[in-house]
């Protein structure tokens, strides 16, 4: 299994660029999110799906989108990118559970808007 | 919504001591607890994690406890190894699937 691959590793991108972020799992979880990092600030979650045709937003939303049409993929598309999404860009997958459990983690997107 | 606090947001400890960690969170909803370890340039990994019905539970050196009454989990390690040094993360799921995550505490392992 590869487990949960993101695409690109690294992007850099112009103010009002848009881009979609890849990330896909083989492991049939139901769970997806995607989080950003920021220096200080921990994890922060932006969307999430419980399954496919199913998203829901989390902390910070604001200048993000997501779809899920099928259990493996979960793109989040930036439709105009502005300096402050400037940050690392980590996708997570996890079996929903009735009370939580183990998300596994990509490598990562370092995402960087001039 | 879910809150989570984390302290200290850097700690060193010579070889061999321990290490603890602690968080706080604000929802009494949330049930479920993981604590992550990163890695330069690498994703979180889940190290252990510990559900509301559950006060302690222990995998080898690491331990995690949870105190529902105050609100308040702590990672401890014991006998650090160099590879501990890492960035550790706790995080609370508010009862959903809505995972806050605290703001993370650098530990470095003196040799």
């Known amino acids: 299994n590869a487990g949960v691959t993101q695409t690109p590793k690294f992007q850099v991108l112009k103010t009002g660029q848009s881009m979609t972020l890849q990330c896909a799992q083989d492991?049939?979880?139901?769970?997806m999110s995607w989080y950003r990092q920021d220096p200080g600030m921990g994890l922060r979650l932006i969307h999430y799906?419980?399954?496919?045709?199913?998203?829901d937003q989390g902390e910070v939303p604001n200048g993000y989108n997501v779809s899920r049409s099928t259990t493996e993929d979960f793109p989040l598309r930036l439709l105009s990118a502005a300096p402050s999404q400037t940050s690392v860009y980590f996708c997570?997958?996890?079996?929903?559970?009735?009370?939580?459990?183990?998300?596994?983690f990509g490598p990562g997107t370092r995402l960087t808007v001039t | 919504g879910e809150n989570v606090e984390q302290h200290p947001s850097t700690l060193s400890v010579q070889e061999g001591d321990s290490a603890v960690i602690k968080c706080t969170y604000s929802?009494?909803?949330?049930?479920?607890f993981p604590w992550y370890k990163q890695e330069l340039g690498k994703g979180p990994q889940l190290i252990i994690d510990?559900?509301?019905?559950?006060g302690e539970k222990k995998d080898q050196r690491i331990a995690v406890t949870l105190n529902k009454t105050a609100k308040h989990f702590s990672l401890h390690i014991t006998e650090t190894q160099p590879e501990d040094s890492a960035v550790y993360f706790c995080?609370?799921?508010?009862?959903?699937?809505?995972?806050?995550f605290g703001t993370g505490t650098r530990l470095k392992v003196l040799a």
């Open positions: 997570a997958s996890s079996p929903v559970g009735t009370s939580g459990g183990e998300q596994y």
């Open positions: 492991m049939n979880h139901e769970y």
């Open positions: 799906s419980v399954g496919a045709g199913i998203t």
């Open positions: 929802d009494s909803a949330s049930n479920y």
């Open positions: 510990i559900r509301s019905n559950v």
């Open positions: 995080a609370a799921n508010g009862g959903t699937y809505k995972y806050i």
